[in-house]
């Protein structure tokens, strides 16, 4: 049954291609549309009898019945967007993300109602449609910005099964699964690869910590992680006394793994020497696709298994560093304040946290995961393929010697 009373009617802001159209209508034009029902009935009243407007799926404006006229466009430059008669209509954007919205709407060609976006003091509801834990976790110090420059409420919603690791590290924020009868406006953010109804550019051209500040309508750089959170999971017991060093050697995909053969157990066996006892924190102990299997290294103690995201941030904030992939624990370690030394190759240096001491080798293919003209997702090598001499090399040209470089580099500027 429909939340609304009359028929809905998209509007977009950008200019689309015909068969940019129709990939949003089909491919996933349902679902955001479907984020007009998830806010709710409009909620916020004009001071018009039947004419409501509120921004929890981009723009939405109810018009009732009536001789009204209305004008959308950028309170900034002056575009307009939409510029028609209209009754008995709820106007929807296509975009969600954040724009300097301006609405006019006359009645009887008087000007009845005029708008401006204002989130400062404001409800607001932020949730995080991407699944990948790195995803969430780079988006969360920015909206800790966002609710500190507007005084703005933030409500958040996180995936399934990340509610206590979020709890641990930003408690501040009330979480909920729906949208809050009184949120003025509601922000959904995503990766963006490629999609224009959630990101205003394409999420693979930029940082993967500034896509939720283009969403959110945010300028600057993003900022890194409130070092409370490191500080104050460090105040509480050590799980292991050693010093020790975390890794973590499985990805979301086995092409997202270190692929040098034998190179775990050449890293491992140094960490070792050098005093550090080896803690593998990945959740699968082994993984196998493309005929490629990654494994615990044999040296190294074994950690693996399903437990609690708030057990491995506990472990990785009183960890000397970690040494990973472009993955999660990467970011979960980040999140932390534990240093990390992260080896990838399949992106670019630029897309993941700055802070990281990174090892990839730029003499081979490399960043395909940034490529606009390949999909990475569901690929097997995009731009080489399983059976070219050049698969996956990315991450199989990575020698041990660099990681144990980058290692040395993060012990002596962090006195580890």
């Known amino acids: 049954m429909s939340a609304f009373p009359y028929p809905v009617r998209d509007f977009a802001c950008q200019s689309y291609s015909k068969k940019m159209w129709k990939r949003m209508r089909d491919f996933d034009g349902a679902f955001y549309h479907s984020l007009c029902v998830y806010g709710g009935s409009v909620a ?19 018009v009732p019945k009536g001789h009204f006229h209305v004008r959308i466009s950028d309170g900034e430059t002056g575009k307009v967007f939409f510029d028609e008669d209209v009754s008995e209509t709820l106007l929807v954007s296509v975009e969600k993300y954040y724009i300097p919205w301006h609405v006019e709407v006359e009645q009887d060609d008087g000007l009845v109602f005029a708008h401006d976006i204002d989130l400062d003091g404001q409800e607001i509801y932020v949730a995080v449609l991407s699944r990948s834990l790195g995803d969430m976790l ?22 399934e099964g990340y509610e206590d690791v979020v709890r641990l ?16 406006a509601a922000f959904y953010l995503g990766n963006g690869n490629g999609d224009p109804h959630q990101t205003p550019v394409d999420g693979r051209t930029i ?4 896509i939720a500040r283009v969403i959110l309508g945010m300028d ?31 990805g979301s995909s086995v092409l997202k793994s270190w692929l040098w053969p034998g190179g775990w157990d050449v890293v491992v066996a140094a960490l070792k020497e050098a005093g550090y006892r ?20 044999a040296g190294a103690e074994d950690d693996t298994g399903d437990k609690p995201l708030t057990e491995r941030a506990q472990l990785l904030a009183h960890a000397a560093f970690c040494v990973g992939l472009g993955s999660g624990l990467s970011w979960l370690a980040w999140t932390v304040g534990c240093p990390v030394v992260m080896i990838a190759g399949f992106s670019l240096p630029w897309y993941e946290f700055p802070e990281a001491y990174r090892v990839w080798n730029p003499r081979v293919c490399t960043g395909c995961f940034q490529d606009v003209e390949h999909s990475f997702l569901g690929a097997v090598c995009p731009r080489h393929g399983k ?14 010697q660099s990681v144990l470089r980058a290692i040395e580099r993060l012990r002596s500027e962090r006195q580890r």
């Open 138 to 159: 780079a988006f969360l110090p920015s909206i800790v910005e966002f609710e500190r420059v507007h005084q703005a409420h933030v409500t958040l919603c996180v995936p």
């Open 387 to 400: 059976k070219s001499p050049r698969f996956a090399e990315c991450q199989r040209r990575i020698s041990p």
């Open 220 to 250: 600057g750089a993003p900022p890194a992680p409130p070092a409370a959170i490191g500080e104050r999971l460090r105040q509480e017991p050590r799980l292991m006394v050693e010093p020790y060093v975390c890794i973590s050697v499985q």
């Open 278 to 297: 080896v803690v593998c924190i990945d959740k699968e102990r082994e993984q196998s696709d493309y005929g490629i299997t990654v494994r615990c290294p």
């Open 44 to 62: 916020g009243e004009t001071g018009i009898p039947g004419l409501k407007i509120d921004f929890r799926a981009g723009l939405r404006l109810e």
């Open 207 to 210: 940082p993967l910590e500034q």
């Open 169 to 184: 590290c930003y408690p501040s924020f009330p979480l909920a699964q729906h949208v809050p009868d009184d949120a003025y």
